[in-house]
């Protein structure tokens, strides 16, 4: 056999190999919380892009959940003002909300103008919309850090009916209270929510780190299996801190309420999604409860 008819070989092989997960995952519902670096770099979005909408075409249901934290940085900063953090929440004034608003819709639109490229529907859609994102006041370990919303309501019907024609729902963390005042939402919060609320077989948060560490200091701590209890247990102990923290906290809250697989990827590795979904390789950390394994029977 000739080196070309092996190349083609070994690409039918990967094909083939992805047959178990691609039933597995038919007509299943994937939320995909996209931030961090990956959105920053543009070679990198794109192939964010690219592989959630492979798997929209090879038959799953994925919804994107985006974040902008650095981008909203950015524009905070040239407007004169300084960014502030508490546990990983940015401080929210009305000034502050205003470009975190403008910021976060420039993001929605790029994100749905790549995915049409790509040839399938997407519809960007902020937490305001159709009161898809109900929100009350989220207070920071007691504090007041202004316009933060904490999700308490979630109108998944838009999500189903979106899913149900086809569309690919792209959605940005901004929502109201019962006021119809506009609210700031941390990504990881929305998408947490959203993937509570529509049962999701699977929730992939993208970041900017191979996972998550028992010493952030120490690459050699990822830990690639965490139970529920261990996190707890190093959240408690002061291994977790800045944006991890909220992350970690929705990760547990997720999986002890009906999703079924949760995951924290490095969304710096080209294809992450693809590798996590579709291979063996074990990539990022898998948040889990009790005594199942990441890894699926007869893997
Ligand atoms: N134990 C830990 N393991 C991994 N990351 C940690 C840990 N503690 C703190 N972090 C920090 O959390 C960050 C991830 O959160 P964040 O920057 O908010 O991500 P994103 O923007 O993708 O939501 C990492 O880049 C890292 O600096
Ligand atoms: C309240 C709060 O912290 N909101 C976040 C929303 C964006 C976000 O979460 O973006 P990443 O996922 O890219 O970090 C913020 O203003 O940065």
């Known amino acids: 056999m000739n080196e070309n008819m092996q190349q083609y070989l070994d690409k039918a092989q990967v094909l083939i190999e992805a047959l178990p997960y691609i039933q597995r995952f038919n007509r299943k519902i994937i939320v995909v919380k996209y931030g961090g670096s990956a959105m920053v770099d543009e070679d990198l979005k794109k192939q964010v892009i690219e592989d959630v909408t492979l798997l929209k075409l090879v038959g799953f249901k994925p919804i994107i959940v985006h974040g902008g934290g650095k981008e909203i940085s950015k524009w905070v900063g040239k407007v004169g003002m300084e960014p502030q953090f508490i546990n990983g929440l940015r401080v929210t004034d009305a000034d502050t909300m205003e470009v975190a608003e403008m910021v976060l819709g420039k993001v929605n639109k790029s994100l749905v103008q790549h995915v049409e490229e790509l040839g399938v529907r997407a519809i960007g859609i902020s937490g305001k919309d159709g009161g898809l994102l109900r929100v009350d006041k989220k207070l920071s370990g007691g504090e007041d850090i202004g316009f933060v919303g904490e999700v308490k309501k979630v109108n998944a019907d838009i999500l189903y009916d979106l899913l149900e024609k086809d569309f690919l729902p792209i959605v940005c963390p901004v929502g109201m209270d019962d006021d119809f005042n506009t609210y700031n939402i941390n990504a ?28 952030p200091e120490d690459p050699k701590t990822l830990i690639s299996e965490l139970r529920v209890d261990e996190a707890q247990k190093l959240m408690a102990d002061g291994y977790i801190g ?47 409860n009790g005594e199942e394994s990441r890894y699926y029977h007869g893997e």
Do not use: W
């Open 188 to 215: 990881d919060d929305a998408a947490c929510a959203i993937a509570r609320a529509v049962k999701a077989e699977k929730l992939a948060f993208l970041t900017d780190i191979e996972g998550v560490y028992k010493d």
């Open 242 to 288: 800045g944006g991890m923290l909220p992350k970690l906290q929705n990760c547990i809250d997720a999986i002890e309420n009906g999703v079924s697989r949760v995951h924290i990827l490095d969304g710096r590795i080209p294809h992450c999604l693809l590798l996590e979904i579709f291979t063996n390789r074990g990539i990022g950390t898998a948040i889990l």
